[in-house]
């Protein structure tokens, strides 16, 4: 081995032991590694979800004006700007955003009902009931309305699934056998007994679900996927007699509890 080389290794393995951070040289073609000293970063204060709280406070003149510009830009390039305006404007926007309910271009429509929701606005819940109620509004925007009503307010939610039980739209039934299941009210109890015996079989099944969910009754074996409309009458009927037998002391189960598998 020649000499220049056993000094090289010395040198190599005496800036190894020190910790330099920087090679001092290498010889040609080869790379150096050389471990560069380590301090982790400080530890973060935990911050808030929302690095801007939303505002509690009535709205000025000058915020209620602004919150009437920032409904049309709920459709659009900006409209996730805009419900983040609306985010931060707080719950005290909520009589400028429900506004949009009723504006032109389902789009805003349906983008209101989602800032609603983000908000957790519980007073907005008589608008979202309308909204999922009107019969010439689009599906998607009342299935929508219906499903944050009930989040939001489920008892005062029951008058919608009433009327959306009855529709002519079964996209619409469906939407009202569904959302009835997170409903802590005996009151649905009647009306998804009522939507069994309905002519399409998804909204049948939908309604029997939720009826299982919401009562933990253990009914009768039935081939639902395979019924007829004559046999869900039928098994209306089984559904009627024992509920005309319980409503009176019937208890509404746990939600925690986990649903019987079927």
Known sequence: MQLGQVYFR?????VVLLGLAH???AEPGLVVPVQIPYEAPPKGQDLSAESVPQNTKPLTAQEVQRAEALLPLLEGAQEFWAMGEFVHLGEPSVPVLVKG???PGPRIRYNTIETIS????ASAVPFLIAAAKEPNEIPRVREHALRVAVRLDGAKAVDAIEVMAKDQNSSIRKAAAFEARYVREKIVIPILIGMIADAERFVALSAVQSLWILTRHETEFHDWEASTKQDR????VEWSEWWNGQKDNF???DPKRPARAR
């Open 101 to 103: 309910l009723t504006m």
């Open 118 to 121: 983000m908000l957790k606005a």
């Open 251 to 253: 208890e509404l189960s």
């Open 233 to 236: 009458q039928e098994w209306t």
């Open 23 to 25: 090679p001092l040289w």
């Open 10 to 14: 010395v040198i190599l393995f005496c």
